[in-house]
């Protein structure tokens, strides 16, 4: 790379970042109302002195609210900054421009943080160094043949995985711990769960410093990574090397390989800027009044829809824009199965903040072409209020459906009067679904994810226990729907332990159980624990970290998992598109796709306020499928259940979530037959049996 000053040439608006050409770099960003703006080039990320300031004319580097450059001679290598000049009127317009700041490019493709300082940024008059922005080259990857997988939803395991946590444990025992790369070493562990994909929290570029002074003081970080910054680029520290784009590649591609899709979980409701009193890291600097939701009483305030301290204007043309185009990219570029929407209600809100139902970002999605066969999953709420599961608009949007973890966990943990909602969330959601034309694989069912208890957590805890976040434990929800056993936390009481394995089992097995697509938290499958903190988002070590001596200390448990995954896999009738009805004739052989009984063996009594026991019976879908029998007991009493009869067929036990292990669970082969026409069941128990020909 030359060393500078270089030529320059009036350049190109599109594309908006740096765009490596014949010749040199071209360089555009969009300021509406910027009077004046200055391209700060450095020789490396860390460099205090520019190589170059480039001063851009308004007349020959403006292109309407574009403003662009071509610096010849430039190339990959070569970092960069952003400083605009322009309105300073924060109570009236909510502008907030300020030409000593340097601002990172919305449209950066690398970035590198060895200077930021979020702190002094954040300081009134700051003239601290910002995060910069990487010149990379752009030229071909090898991808021999690869493409996003397209898996079926219905036929769906999705398991949610931390990059960062998931392989940062000592004894995980690979090359580059909390990479890209380590998790490529753990491809095998993740074929023999039998996922079908991995959900990734976030992988763009996010502050780690964006956590409150108490919470910094303990020495911890923003581990979760729900403070983006940067959404063309990767969060530097999961690479082992410096080429980033190509450390993800090469994941993405052994995953696609192994039969594995990625899905990456995205940030677009709120930014690391934070609120008023947040550093200006890079929309605040561009365009205040166009990229975020401002009090329009007094403009100095940001609306906080995230909870986060500002909310993204989603459905301003321009940034509705801006969020499809990086949408496309993961997809086009680095050849992602799917985004997982965080805190998605937030797109639906319009730039008045109130929702609507054809928000154009959310349908703009929903229509691009280059997305047609990507996954799109909301996290269908937000912080201010709006909860949308099972009315989130678009047809192609899947759901977290926050009311089928709830009815679990409250079932499980032997709530009464809930048959019919459980009854409801088992067979597919259609209360919620199918009004509207949807379909049951629009749910994706979860007992727990990154936020909350751990499974482990929830049948050992009735409360938070985030005292280590340093907040006084204020931080995290105060209502888990959990039950600790009748002790909190650590036991030695074999039958209090004991208890909460046969409830562990339960929730994973009404999991897998139900019509839609499973979602899997990473270490649930083990019984990682977090010690009680359900609020896990700044503890960077072992409370969140994967501890890989568990697969041995509680393979007992991971061979649940994984021979429950199976049961799921063999049969089709467990993973449906359409909606169980119940009619005769709509299964095989003129029998219904499904039977409800109660524990006398006639109908259940849907409207009961103390029931806690439900059973049915699923018709085979595919030839050589068994019929599938289940019967959830969550009372503390046993029941003699009857058993439907089946013709030419025996029924032999599957699951029984009250058995020891490996008695737990069992393989065809392994399968013992059920003798006589009633089946002891246990309390609090799961049981499933399969009809193999006699």
């Known amino acids: ?98 030409p000593r700041r340097e601002l990172l490019d919305p449209w950066a493709r690398a970035v590198d943080t060895a200077l930021w300082d979020r702190a002094a940024v954040a300081s009134p008059g700051s003239t601290a160094p910002g995060i910069r922005a990487g010149v990379i080259d752009h030229g071909p990857y090898d991808w021999e043949g690869d493409r996003p997988l397209n898996h079926r939803p219905e036929d769906s395991i999705i398991y949610e995985l931390h990059v960062g946590g998931f392989t940062r444990h000592p004894n995980a025992r690979v090359d580059a711990p909390g990479t890209f790369a380590a998790i490529v070493e753990k491809i095998p562990y993740l074929q023999s769960l039998g996922v079908t994909d991995i959900e990734l929290m976030p992988v ?36 082992s090397g410096t080429d980033e784009r190509r450390e993800f590649r090469d994941m993405v591609k052994a995953l696609h390989r192994a039969g594995i899709g990625v899905i990456l979980d995205v940030v677009f409701n709120h930014t690391a800027e934070g609120g ?90 929903e229509f ?54 459980i009854a409801s969330r088992i067979s597919g959601n259609s209360d919620l679904y199918a009004g509207s034309g949807r379909l049951p694989i629009n749910s994706v069912n979860f007992v727990t994810c990154h936020d909350g208890f751990t499974l482990h957590d929830l049948v050992s805890y009735d409360r938070r226990h985030n005292e280590a976040n340093g907040e006084d434990n204020r931080d995290g929800s105060t209502e888990n729907l959990s039950w600790n056993c009748g002790v909190e936390g650590a036991t030695d009481d074999p039958a209090v332990l004991a208890l909460r394995r046969r409830l562990a089992r339960n929730h994973l097995a009404i999991l897998m159980l139900s019509q839609g697509q499973p979602l899997l938290l990473a270490g649930d499958e083990v019984l990682r624990s977090q010690r009680g903190n359900n609020n896990a988002y700044c503890q960077d070590n072992e409370i969140s970290w994967f501890d890989w001596s568990l697969v041995e200390r509680h393979a007992d448990f991971l061979r649940f998992t994984r021979e429950l995954v199976r049961l799921r896999q063999r049969h089709r009738a467990l993973r449906r598109r359409r909606f169980l009805t119940g009619a005769p004739g709509s299964g095989q052989n003129g029998q219904p796709d499904i039977r409800w009984y109660g524990a006398s063996g006639n109908a259940p009594d849907w409207s009961g306020d103390e029931g806690r026991y ?47 292990a490996p008695a737990d669970i069992a393989p065809p082969e392994l399968q013992e037959p059920v003798p006589g026409a009633t089946y002891a069941v246990a309390p609090r128990t799961v049981v499933v049996l399969e009809a193999w020909p006699a």
């Open 368 to 421: 691009s072409e280059v997305l047609t066969h990507t996954r799109l999953i909301a996290e269908a709420w937000d912080a201010g209020g709006l909860y949308q599961v099972g009315d989130f608009p678009g047809f192609r949007w899947a759901e977290w459906n926050g009311r089928f973890r709830d009815a679990v966990r409250r079932f499980v943990r032997g709530d009464g009067g809930l048959i019919g909602e």
């Open 614 to 660: 439900l059973a049915f019976t699923l018709s085979p879908r595919e030839p050589g499928e068994p019929a599938l029998h289940v019967i959830l007991n969550m009372g503390s009493d046993a029941h003699t259940a009857p058993l439907p009869p089946v013709e030419d067929a025996t029924w032999r036990r599957a699951l029984d979530t009250s058995l020891p």
């Open 276 to 365: 008023p009193d947040g550093p200006m890291i890079s929309f605040k600097g561009f365009g205040n009044d166009i990229f975020y939701h401002l009090d329009p009483a007094d403009r100095r305030r940001y609306r906080d829809y995230s909870g986060c301290g500002n909310t993204v204007n989603c459905n301003h043309p321009l940034v509705a824009r801006y969020i499809v185009q990086c949408l496309e990219y993961w997809v086009r570029e680095m050849h992602v199965d799917g985004f997982r929407f965080d805190l998605a209600s937030i797109l639906a809100r319009g730039e008045d903040g109130q929702p609507m139902y054809h928000a154009p970002v959310l349908w703009n999605i």
């Open 204 to 239: 763009m570029a996010f502050d780690t410093q964006d956590v409150p002074a108490a919470t910094a003081a303990h020495g911890l970080v923003n581990f979760w990574g729900y403070s983006p910054f940067g959404f063309f680029a990767l969060h530097p520290p999961y690479c």
């Open 1 to 98: 790379m030359a060393a500078g000053p270089f030529r320059l040439l009036p350049g190109e608006p599109f594309p908006a970042g740096a765009s490596v050409g014949n010749g040199g770099v071209n360089f555009a960003v969009f300021s509406r109302q910027a009077t004046a703006v200055t391209l700060v080039l450095y020789a490396t990320a860390d460099a205090r002195e520019p190589l170059q300031e480039i001063r851009l004319d308004p007349v020959g580097n403006r292109t309407f609210f574009f403003w662009h450059v071509f610096v010849s001679d430039a190339a990959p290598g070569l970092w960069y900054a952003w400083r605009v000049d322009g309105p300073l009127d924060t109570a009236r317009t909510g502008l907030r421009h300020d």
